[in-house]
Structure formats: structure tokens, C-alpha cells
């Protein structure tokens, strides 16, 4: 089992520019999520997508926007960079249950987004 | 709403000795709680979780954590730290909506 993956490792990009970052889930897995974890401080929720539809959102502008595709892996997309965009983007991957709450989930190694 | 609190931002114990990681949580109903791991660099490992059956819960590499209702906490030990357990350690409550809310982070350090 591969886990979750993510790509790119590392990115950089200037102000102004707009960003792609990629999740695959663990297998089995039905539901991502995306963290944005500045240096030195814990994760926060950016948005989490289940049946190919964003199914609730943290406190993050619209510039942050997402997508999930039919075999359950996910887009992050970020337009208008600032500089305080950069940072660790994490995503996680889950099952959604029966009654619908999602089971515990599991981290990628993150991508790590520099912004100048 | 959830959240939780770390009480220590930095952690120092010999190799051998015993680990002690402090939470406390806020919940307006029973909560889902865990410790996730993050090694300098890399993504975060689930240790352990809580989710209302035993209050007692064992993770992975020897660490267990101790739900108690009273207190609000949640606090994360191991009888005997390794050199390998060096690592920045968060506390986490899930919300109604599964939404993972983080603590700040404890950085614990090893020292030989």
C-alpha cells in the first residue's frame, strides 16, 4: 500500500502566480482533506472534498479552490500568490462511513510551497 | 466549539527516562482525540486515537494516552524516550464535521 502521496515535493513561485498541488489517497480511501501548516505552527483545515464535492470548508479565501476526481484523488489550486501563502500544504485521506463521518486520516509527506 | 491546548511548547528528557506530552481539550460533547507525530521535514503519523471506548489508549512505538472526562485532558506518555521519539508532537480534537482542529505543537528533544 503506497499511502498517501503528494507532488510536487517542493515548489516555488513568485507573487501574483497561481499553483497546482496534487493528492493521491490511500487505498480504499474516499475522502481528502487539505491542511496549510505555516513554519512553527500546527495545520489548519483548508477544505475537505467527498464525492467529487467540497463538502466543508475552513476559514481560507476564495483563491483557494479544489477538486476531486472520479478515482478520489484531489487538486489544491492556489491563484494570486502572497507571500504568506508559503508553507507545508499536507493532505489526508479518509473513509467516509456508513452514517456519514469520515474514519481517521492519514497524512502525506506535504508539499512545501515557497512563495517570493 | 473544539479546540485544544498544549501546555508545553518545548519538552527535554534523557534517552531512558519518561515522557510526559500535556493536552487539554474544550468540547461541547464527547470528542474524538489523537496524537499525530512530525518528524523534522516529513508529513504526520497517526500515534493513537480516542474515540470513546476505552479510556486508556495504546499507540504505536510504545507512547499511550489517558482520556480524563474530569480534568479535560488527554496527555500522551512513554515509560522510556528514544533518540528516535525526537520529533514535534500535536494534540487534536475532530469536530462534528471530522474537520481535524490541531494544537500549537510540542517539540520534544532527546538529549543522549
Known amino acids: 500500500d503506497a499511502g498517501v502521496t503528494q507532488s510536487p515535493t517542493h515548489l516555488i513561485k513568485t507573487r501574483g502566480q497561481q499553483v497546482t498541488l496534487r493528492c493521491s489517497p490511500k487505498?480504499?480511501?474516499?475522502?481528502v482533506s487539505w491542511y496549510q501548516q505555516a513554519l512553527g505552527q500546527g495545520p489548519q483545515f483548508i477544505f475537505q472534498?467527498?464525492?467529487?464535492?467540497?463538502?466543508q470548508r475552513g476559514n481560507f479565501p476564495d483563491r483557494f479552490s479544489g477538486h476531486q476526481f472520479p478515482n478520489y484523488s484531489s487538486e489544491l489550486n492556489v491563484n494570486a500568490l502572497l507571500l504568506g501563502d508559503s508553507a507545508l500544504y499536507l493532505c489526508?485521506?479518509?473513509?467516509?462511513?456508513?452514517?456519514?463521518?469520515?474514519?481517521?486520516?492519514?497524512f502525506g509527506p506535504g508539499t512545501r510551497l515557497t512563495v517570493l | 466549539a473544539q479546540s485544544v491546548t498544549q501546555l508545553d511548547s518545548h519538552v527535554s528528557v534523557s534517552e531512558g527516562t519518561p515522557v510526559l506530552l500535556r493536552c487539554n481539550y474544550s468540547?461541547?460533547?464527547?470528542?474524538?482525540l489523537f496524537w499525530y507525530v512530525q518528524h523534522p521535514n516529513k508529513g504526520l503519523q497517526l500515534l493513537l486515537k480516542?474515540?470513546?471506548?476505552?479510556?486508556l489508549v495504546k499507540g504505536i512505538n510504545g507512547f499511550e494516552a489517558e482520556f480524563k472526562k474530569s480534568e479535560t485532558s488527554f496527555h500522551l506518555t512513554k515509560p522510556s524516550a528514544h533518540m528516535s521519539d525526537a520529533a514535534e508532537y500535536f494534540c487534536?480534537?475532530?469536530?462534528?464535521?471530522?474537520?481535524?482542529?490541531f494544537g500549537t505543537g510540542t517539540r520534544l528533544q532527546v538529549f543522549p
Open positions: 489526508a485521506s479518509s473513509y467516509t462511513l456508513g452514517g456519514g463521518g469520515a474514519d481517521t486520516q492519514y
Open positions: 487505498s480504499g480511501h474516499d475522502t
Open positions: 472534498y467527498y464525492e467529487e464535492e467540497e463538502r
Open positions: 468540547s461541547s460533547y464527547s470528542p474524538s
Open positions: 480516542y474515540t470513546s471506548a476505552a479510556t
Open positions: 487534536v480534537v475532530s469536530d462534528r464535521t471530522d474537520k481535524l482542529i
